[in-house]
């Protein structure tokens, strides 16, 4: 499984990734954040054959770009079930605070907890973890997790916009991502990549230490 990240939104720093199977050439698109050609020529640079456009939630910093990459390529556009309604909303998706024409096409496949998508001889794992907005995802394949805003190097997802809720969103990552291997390499919406046993440790909310 190859993977490279874009910083196409700096003033957000969202991480956009394009994940894809070096055999069979498949990839996923996560979080397009804005409509930069960048992300379409790189699809088009590395031959990639696109499957899937997934929002590991419905915020605006990422699924600006959603309109962009769909209009160019055939692949659905995925989100969590809970998520989904609000995906086209302005106010809900928070794009009102920054750019207020920014809206999505509505998904084409809603996930749920568990669901697993194909990508060449790779299956992706969809990790539910509300609490950061309610359909809040993770995506978990070959040892990466893409954690979109639940987990950060030393840090969660804010708590305080709307959908958000403080103990659902340490139970998700405690129950859920905590139970995962140590070893697993965490990719972040935001910020730099970090593992499941670094952030056991070391987060300051729901590490070892948050506990002292
Ligand atoms: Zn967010
Ligand atoms: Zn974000």
């Given at each position: 499984m190859k993977y490279k990240v874009y ?9 956009t990734y394009l994940v894809w199977d070096e055999n069979s050439r498949q990839a996923m698109m996560i979080?397009p954040?804005?409509?930069d050609r960048i992300l379409l020529e790189e699809i088009k640079n590395l031959k990639l054959d696109l499957k899937y456009i997934i ?10 770009g959603?309109?962009l990459i769909k209009?160019s390529f055939p692949a659905p ?40 998508i194909t990508l060449g001889s790779y299956?992706v ?16 394949v ?71």
């Amino acid at each position: 499984m190859k993977y490279k990240v874009y910083n196409v939104l700096p003033e957000f720093g969202t991480n956009t990734y394009l994940v894809w199977d070096e055999n069979s050439r498949q990839a996923m698109m996560i979080d397009p954040a804005a409509p930069d050609r960048i992300l379409l020529e790189e699809i088009k640079n590395l031959k990639l054959d696109l499957k899937y456009i997934i929002n590991t939630h419905r915020h605006g910093d990422h699924i600006a770009g959603n309109q962009l990459i769909k209009d160019s390529f055939p692949a659905p556009l995925c989100i969590h079930k809970d998520d989904a309604a609000k995906l086209t909303d302005v106010k809900l998706n928070l794009s009102e605070f920054w750019n207020a024409d920014i809206v999505s096409p509505p998904a084409d496949v809603l996930l749920e907890d568990g669901n697993m998508i194909t990508l060449g001889s790779y299956e992706v794992i969809v990790i539910h973890t509300p609490g950061h907005t309610q359909g809040g995802i993770c995506l978990l394949v070959e040892g990466l997790l893409f954690s979109g805003d639940s987990l950060f190097s030393k840090g969660i997802g804010r708590t305080d916009l709307p959908g958000g809720n403080y103990e659902m969103l340490v139970s998700s990552i405690k129950d859920k991502l905590f139970k995962l291997p140590d070893e697993t390499i965490v990719l972040p919406g935001h910020g730099p990549e970090t593992t499941i046993k670094k952030e056991k440790r070391e987060n300051p909310f729901v590490g070892l230490d948050a506990r002292l």
